[in-house]
T-cell receptor, first 113, second 114 residues
Framework: DQQVKQNSPSLSVQEGRISILNCDYTNSMFDYFLWYKKYPAEGPTFLISISSIKDKNEDGRFTVFLNKSAKHLSLHIVPSQPGDSAVYFCAASGTGTASKLTFGTGTRLQVTL | KAGVTQTPRYLIKTRGQQVTLSCSPISGHRSVSWYQQTPGQGLQFLFEYFSETQRNKGNFPGRFSGRQFSNSRSEMNVSTLELGDSALYLC?????????????FGPGTRLTVL
């Protein structure tokens, strides 16, 4: 049972344009959501997070939106840069289990020149 | 601050053997979580240790175990290795307190079981 889903395995975006990565979840007990970026042969790198009491969080070029009623979150990267090319994972945790992250399957982002 | 370190980075074992992986968290972090990454199953939570106690556990068989020392360093052990245990094993550290604390990952240990 995949509780966190990233339905797009890959995404290609031109440099300078917006990248939008999507994530859906099914477990209503999740109350904290995170995005990680991963390069091959490295561990995931934390990007940005959002708690369930907010619907938007922004950090530089990265913005995460949360729609609780739809159980959907998205990561916007503006403007996209070639160095953003990586696999992006969304993850979720619930109350009392903050250190137990449930990950999506990842979306490979390719930013082209 | 130094990041999360994991040793060894690469390991090759044969079926039936056992293996021990090590993780040193970021200084001051008291929580260490372990994850398994495979192409088929993605990143899956194994267990979390906080102040030397297992606090959360995922759905893995008892062959997978861990422990944490008083300096927060953690080890993970897999006994009676199977071919399907070949994976990237990642550990992550966090403060372990508060709501939604972010986890910071190490580079992982790539385990190959032949």
């Amino acid at each position: 049972d995949q509780q966190v889903k990233q339905n797009s395995p890959s995404l290609s975006v031109q440099e300078g344009r917006i990248s939008i990565l999507n994530c859906d979840y099914t477990n209503s007990m999740f109350d904290y959501f995170l995005w990680y970026k991963k390069y091959p042969a490295e561990g995931p790198t934390f990007l940005i997070s959002i708690s369930s009491i907010k619907d938007k969080n922004e950090d530089g070029r990265f913005t995460v939106f949360l729609n609780k009623s739809a159980k959907h979150l998205s990561l916007h990267i503006v403007p996209s840069q070639p160095g953003d090319s990586a696999v992006y994972f969304c993850a979720a945790s619930g109350t009392g289990t903050a250190s137990k992250l449930t990950f999506g399957t990842g979306t490979r982002l390719q930013v082209t020149l | 601050k130094a990041g999360v370190t994991q040793t060894p980075r690469y390991l090759i074992k044969t079926r039936g053997q056992q293996v021990t992986l090590s993780c040193s968290p970021i200084s001051g972090h008291r929580s260490v979580s372990w994850y398994q990454q495979t192409p088929g199953q993605g990143l899956q939570f194994l267990f979390e240790y906080f102040s030397e106690t297992q606090r959360n556990k995922g759905n893995f068989p008892g062959r997978f175990s861990g422990r944490q020392f008083s300096n927060s360093r953690s080890e993970m052990n897999v006994s009676t290795l199977e071919l399907g245990d070949s994976a990237l094993y990642l550990c992550a550290s966090s403060s372990g307190t508060g709501w939604g604390n972010e986890q910071f990952f190490g580079p992982g240990t790539r385990l190959t079981v032949l």
